[in-house]
């Protein structure tokens, strides 16, 4: 007697012997089913993994949830073992078909952005809880136990890393388990590598994925990760920037002085930091520095493609508040092809309630430079040193010496950190047909496809180092709060994004 498993459909249960199991993907109507009909235990699932704390500046935290998934992924068939990094390690689960097979890289991170509890709206953003919205539209916490007796896609789920990215985490791992259970047949292997220091900037990834480029080695690769386009439709990116950030420090007196003592005599380094930031954009928001858009074109088909893209742009700037956009190109979509140049922080002196009348001791940027493929880091890195440099200033990659001090008046300290590079992928590679495909075959039609992604994810090192094509599945909504407090996730989302994982786990790679 052969065999049996269970396959479970919309109209009921039919027992099918292993030797007719197909790889095929399931009907949609089966998928949706099968991702609605155990929402309970994927959610519970969810709330236990939301529970361990991430923050990957903690050590201990990092690995006392690498446990926790190696006996997740473990429960599913999984082999795991951790790749050692000079941070926390990367996880790595395979599960193997044949040596003659296809092979599918999955790309998941585990790791959260910092917390500041007292800017939550609950006791503890690692205990995570339920709200729904109130006539008022407020959030308000209801009893988990409500889930028992009745749902609300509308309800949400409040933790760090609700959606970023434990969401996705979860998601594949109930979607491997129901595609199991349902009896798909997979044709090829799966090999899921886990970032645990995303959040950080992947620091050690690149080098990691370099002395462990057999290990690794794939035929494409697929990224679970992120929100879709703001229209929350069906959507599937092939790029993203890249990132280096840069420190700005201009000095005045070594203490903070009384403004009215030494008001006119002594320099204000705050000033000193205006003149360097305001240099380097025009009024209407171009980087004025000769050469930073140099190699990037717009292509009569690539434009086209960046149009079908169904941005409100009118509506993107009325709900922050705006009525212009900087005029680096004519679109949202074509802005985004380009590297850009942003303060993501200042600070000098004090204010507030805390503000006082002193020339401050120094003034500090944050910068962030969001790469594109055409992009050098290194090249754009010097035109603004370069840039500095011939505005009058001495410019170091330290704090200044007393000697220092004593024979250069007008000194920067300059320090970068590069994360990594930018990525895109021809959108009719096997990454994007697999992923396209899944996404057909639930919704009926063709994702919107999104050429470049403003953000960043550290995917370049496997594109580069393993000459693999990749292609990103968003799987939660858009309107989610990651890397803020009160990051969230709605529920008919997270029960979505496993429907869009099965659907597009299930396809066949070619």
């Given at each position: 007697?052969?065999?049996?498993?269970?396959?479970?459909?919309?109209?009921?249960?039919?027992?099918?012997?292993?030797?007719?199991?197909?790889?095929?993907?399931?009907?949609?109507?089966?998928i949706?089913?099968?991702?609605?009909?155990?929402?309970?235990?994927?959610?519970?699932?969810?709330?236990?993994?939301?529970?361990?704390?991430?923050?990957?500046?903690?050590?201990?935290?990092?690995?006392?949830?690498?446990?926790?998934?190696?006996?997740?992924?473990?429960?599913?068939?999984?082999?795991?073992?951790?790749?050692?990094?000079?941070?926390?390690?990367l996880?790595?689960?395979?599960?193997?078909?044949?040596?003659?097979?296809?092979?599918?890289?999955?790309?998941?991170?585990?790791?959260?952005?910092?917390?500041?509890?007292?800017?939550?709206?609950?006791?503890?953003?690692?205990?995570?809880?339920?709200?729904?919205?109130?006539?008022?539209?407020?959030?308000?916490?209801?009893?988990?136990?409500?889930?028992?007796?009745?749902?609300?896609?509308?309800?949400?789920?409040?933790?760090?890393?609700?959606s970023?990215?434990?969401?996705?985490?979860?998601?594949?791992?109930?979607?491997?388990?129901?595609?199991?259970?349902?009896?798909?047949?997979f044709?090829?292997?799966?090999?899921?590598?886990?970032?645990?220091?995303?959040?950080?900037?992947?620091?050690?990834?690149?080098?990691?994925?370099?002395a462990?480029?057999?290990l690794?080695?794939?035929?494409?690769?697929?990224?679970?990760?992120?929100?879709?386009?703001?229209?929350?439709?069906?959507?599937?990116?092939?790029?993203?920037?890249?990132?280096?950030?840069?420190?700005?420090?201009?000095?005045?007196?070594?203490?903070?002085?009384?403004s009215?003592?030494?008001?006119?005599?002594?320099?204000?380094?705050?000033?000193?930091?205006?003149?360097?930031?305001?240099?380097?954009?025009?009024?209407?928001?171009?980087?004025?520095?000769?050469?930073?858009?140099?190699?990037?074109?717009?292509?009569?088909?690539?434009?086209?493609?960046?149009?079908?893209?169904p941005?409100?742009?009118?509506?993107?700037?009325?709900d922050m508040?705006?009525?212009?956009?900087?005029?680096?190109?004519?679109?949202?979509?074509?802005?985004?092809?380009?590297?850009?140049?942003?303060?993501?922080g200042?600070?000098?002196?004090?204010?507030?309630?805390?503000?006082?009348?002193?020339?401050?001791?120094?003034?500090?940027?944050?910068?962030?430079?969001?790469l594109?493929?055409?992009?050098?880091?290194?090249?754009?890195?010097?035109?603004?040193?370069t840039?500095?440099?011939?505005?009058?200033?001495?410019?170091?990659?330290?704090?200044p010496?007393?000697?220092?001090?004593?024979?250069?008046?007008?000194?920067?300290?300059?320090?970068?950190?590069?994360?990594y590079?930018?990525?895109?992928?021809?959108m009719?590679?096997?990454?994007?047909?697999?992923?396209?495909?899944?996404?057909?075959?639930?919704?009926?039609?063709?994702?919107?496809?999104?050429?470049?992604?403003g953000?960043?994810?550290?995917?370049?090192p496997?594109?580069?180092?393993?000459?693999?094509?990749a292609?990103?599945?968003?799987?939660?909504?858009?309107?989610?709060?990651?890397?803020?407090?009160?990051?969230?996730?709605?529920?008919?989302?997270?029960?979505?994004?496993?429907?869009?994982?099965?659907s597009?786990l299930?396809?066949?790679?070619?």
């Open positions: 007697m052969k065999l049996k498993r269970l396959l479970l459909t919309g109209l009921g249960i039919i027992l099918l012997p292993l030797a007719c199991l197909r790889a095929e993907p399931l009907p949609a109507n089966t949706r089913q099968l991702a609605e009909d155990n929402r309970l235990q994927a959610i519970a699932l969810y709330r236990e993994f939301l529970s361990l704390p991430n923050d990957a500046n903690y050590p201990d935290d990092i690995y006392n949830m690498i446990g926790w998934m190696e006996d997740a992924f473990g429960s599913r068939g999984f082999s795991t073992r951790r790749i050692p990094t000079e941070g926390s390690p996880l790595l689960a395979e599960r193997h078909v044949s040596d003659s097979a296809r092979t599918v890289l999955i790309y998941l991170q585990s790791d959260g952005q910092p917390v500041d509890p007292t800017a939550w709206f609950q006791e503890d953003p690692y205990t995570p809880v339920l709200k729904e919205r109130n006539s008022e539209g407020q959030f308000e916490r209801i009893p988990w136990d409500l889930l028992r007796q009745s749902y609300d896609p509308e309800w949400r789920v409040f933790a760090r890393s609700a970023d990215s434990k969401g996705p985490m979860t998601q594949f791992l109930v979607a491997i388990e129901l595609l199991d259970e349902a009896g798909f047949n044709d090829y292997n799966l090999k899921v590598i886990i970032d645990t220091e995303e959040e950080m900037g992947s620091p050690n990834l690149p080098e990691a994925v370099v462990n480029r057999e690794l080695s794939a035929d494409m690769l697929l990224i679970f990760d992120g929100p879709p386009h703001p229209s929350n439709e069906p959507t599937v990116g092939f790029g993203a920037r890249g990132i280096v950030t840069v420190t700005l420090v201009t000095y005045g007196p070594k203490f903070p002085q009384h009215g003592h030494y008001g006119n005599f002594v320099p204000n380094p705050a000033f000193h930091m205006s003149r360097i930031l305001s240099s380097m954009k025009s009024a209407d928001g171009r980087v004025t520095l000769p050469g930073f858009y140099d190699g990037v074109t717009i292509s009569d088909e690539t434009r086209e493609i960046l149009e079908a893209v941005d409100d742009e009118t509506q993107i700037l009325a508040g705006l009525i212009k956009h900087d005029a680096v190109a004519a679109t949202l979509q074509e802005s985004i092809q380009y590297p850009s140049l942003n303060i993501r200042l600070s000098s002196g004090w204010t507030g309630k805390e503000s006082r009348t002193i020339v401050p001791a120094t003034a500090t940027a944050e910068i962030d430079i969001r594109v493929k055409e992009s050098d880091y290194k090249y754009l890195l010097d035109l603004v040193r840039h500095i440099v011939d505005m009058g200033y001495h410019v170091i990659d330290h704090e010496t007393d000697d220092e001090r004593l024979n250069n008046s007008d000194i920067v300290t300059f320090t970068y950190t590069y994360n590079g930018a990525y895109r992928s021809d009719d590679a096997t990454a994007g047909l697999m992923a396209r495909g899944g996404m057909r075959h639930l919704y009926g039609k063709e994702p919107i496809l999104i050429r470049t992604s953000g960043s994810v550290p995917i370049a496997f594109v580069e180092t393993l000459g693999v094509p292609a990103k599945v968003p799987t939660v909504n858009i309107d989610n709060n990651q890397h803020s407090p009160n990051e969230n996730i709605r529920l008919g989302s997270f029960i979505e994004g496993i429907a869009i994982l099965m597009v299930s396809q066949t790679p070619d």
